[in-house]
């Protein structure tokens, strides 16, 4: 029997609709909007794409944007400038610094620099401290979503054997750590896996891989994850987003997993929304921590019917 699909696409409008009526409700409640700040370096296609999906589901939900384009020859000095501004703009809650910057930027120096309060992609050494002690204040967007979407279909990860293949910091890493808590801000049967993390120097991976209860592909190699790596009945999501000829295509042979998988993520429409998805609840908290923080600041933002 052919797998089920996971559908990212439309589990990423409901949240995005739950998003909506918290925003409104946080408007309602301070009478000011979300702010989520965007820094753009360079001129890469894929960026300029990438950032201006965030600035549409941000209007989506309410959440205003704003957009600080960099030219290529940005210097990490440069960004990191711009980076400090936005710290100490009151108006700003959230602050992504668009991936990856030129070469002679650094971007660990530029990441490093984010106020781990406004760090809405959780990728300060803070944000990730907290996040592996299990008390997250931001969860990363990729990982948060493959679980909100596991969670809305009803899949555990408790007990089970997870596989993850990539050990990225943006998407690997964080996923492995996440799964392996022994609970979660989804509760505890969406952690407690017992978690093997693969990679390029991963022996026989396919052994590894045909073991999992849930496989989660983050490799960037198109189609690389074939049948004979998959358990029957396994559960595949993939991470992957692979440019082949004029197509898009996962790191999993999506037709053939679809024969011996129980779901598959599709490639586009998979986990590809979600990330934006979880990118706008956590501006949304990051406005509501700041709050907390300073509740005097920021007030009359908004006019009076805008
Ligand atoms: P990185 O390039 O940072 O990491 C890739 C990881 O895959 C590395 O750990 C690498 O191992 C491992 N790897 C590469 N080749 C192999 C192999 N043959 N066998 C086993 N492991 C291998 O990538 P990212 O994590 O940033 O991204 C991974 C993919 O996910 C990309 O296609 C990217 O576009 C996509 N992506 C999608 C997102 C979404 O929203 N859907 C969000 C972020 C990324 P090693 O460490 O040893 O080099």
């Known amino acids: 029997m052919a797998a089920e699909i996971l559908d990212g696409k439309g589990i990423s409008k409901q949240i995005q609709s739950e998003t909506k009526t918290k925003v409104a409700q946080f408007v309602t409640q301070f009478g000011i909007k979300p702010v989520l700040a965007a820094v753009l370096v360079g001129d890469d296609p894929a960026s300029h794409v990438y950032v201006r999906n965030k600035e549409r589901a941000c209007a989506r939900v309410g959440i205003e944007s704003q957009l600080h384009r960099m030219s290529s020859s940005s210097s990490t000095d440069d960004v990191?400038?711009?980076?400090m501004q936005l710290n100490d703009d009151p108006i700003v809650n959230g602050i992504l610094v668009q991936l990856p910057l030129p070469d002679q930027a650094d971007a660990r120096v530029?990441?490093?620099?984010?106020?781990p309060l406004k760090d809405v992609d959780a990728f300060h050494p803070h944000n990730v401290g907290l996040i592996s002690q299990g008390r997250p204040r931001f969860l990363p967007c990729t990982p948060h979503g493959i679980v909100q979407m596991l969670k809305r279909y009803g899949i555990q990860t408790a007990g089970k054997q997870v596989c993850v293949i990539g050990r990225s910091d943006i998407v690997g890493k964080p996923m492995a750590m996440m799964l392996a808590q022994r609970d979660s801000e989804l509760g505890p049967e969406l952690a407690n896996a017992t978690v093997t993390l693969c990679h390029s120097r991963t022996t026989d991976l396919a052994r590894t891989t045909v073991q999992a209860d849930i496989l989660i592909a983050a490799m960037g190699r198109p189609n690389f994850v074939t049948c004979e790596m998959i358990k029957p009945g396994a559960v595949v999501v993939d991470v992957g987003i692979n440019r082949v000829g004029d197509r898009l295509v996962g790191d999993v042979d999506f037709d053939a997993a679809m024969t011996i998988a129980s779901y598959v993520t599709p490639v586009p429409?998979?986990?590809g929304p979600l990330t934006v998805t979880m990118l706008l609840?956590?501006?949304?908290?990051?406005?509501?921590?700041?709050?907390?923080e300073s509740p005097s600041i920021r007030t009359s933002r908004i006019q009076p019917n805008a």
Not at 80 to 83: G, I, K
């Open 80 to 83: 990191l400038a711009r980076v």
């Open 110 to 115: 530029v990441l490093d620099a984010i106020d």
């Open 281 to 292: 609840e956590n501006t949304l908290m990051a406005a509501k921590l700041q709050r907390m």
């Open 269 to 271: 429409g998979g986990v």
